[in-house]
C-alpha cells in the first residue's frame, strides 16, 4: 500500500508560479515511479510529468515542457513539481500518483499507475 498527499496548490496570476509537493508513505519510496496528472473541469484527467525511481529518468506533458519541473528526494518520501509561467489553461486538480512497476522506465498514461493522491487545487487567473 502507498498513501499520497499533494500540498503546494492555490491561487495565482498568469505568470506567476506554484511549488507543489507529495509525501509518500508506505511501501519504500525509492522502489517505484512518480507521476503527476491534472484534470480540469469536464475534462479527463491528462499527464503533466513523471519520474523514475532513481530520477534518471523524467518526462513532460507537450503543454508544460519548459515551463514545469519535476523533481524528488527520496529520503524525504517526497516529489515535487515546480510550475513557473502559469497560465488560466493550468487551472485544474492536480494529482499525484505512484507507479508501482519501476521497470517499465516512466510511464505517462493513467491507467499505468497504482496509487492515487486526494488532488490539490491550482487556480490560474488572468
Known amino acids: 500500500q502507498v498513501q499520497l498527499a499533494e500540498s503546494g496548490g492555490g491561487s495565482v496570476q498568469a505568470g506567476g508560479s506554484l511549488r507543489l509537493s507529495c509525501a509518500a508513505s508506505?511501501?519504500?519510496?525509492?522502489?517505484?515511479?512518480m507521476g503527476w496528472f491534472r484534470q480540469a473541469p469536464g475534462k479527463e484527467r491528462v499527464f503533466v510529468a513523471a519520474i523514475s525511481h532513481s530520477s534518471t529518468g523524467i518526462a513532460y506533458g507537450d503543454s508544460v515542457k519548459g515551463r514545469f519541473t519535476i523533481s524528488r528526494v527520496n529520503a524525504k518520501r517526497t516529489v515535487y513539481l515546480e510550475m513557473n509561467s502559469l497560465k488560466p489553461e493550468d487551472t485544474a486538480v492536480y494529482y499525484c500518483?505512484?507507479?508501482?512497476?519501476?521497470?517499465?522506465?516512466?510511464?505517462?498514461?493513467?491507467?499505468?499507475?497504482?496509487?492515487w493522491g486526494q488532488g490539490t487545487q491550482v487556480t490560474v487567473s488572468s
Open positions: 500518483a505512484a507507479d508501482l512497476n519501476p521497470f517499465l522506465g516512466v510511464r505517462v498514461g493513467v491507467s499505468d499507475y497504482d496509487y
Open positions: 508506505g511501501r519504500p519510496f525509492s522502489n517505484y515511479a
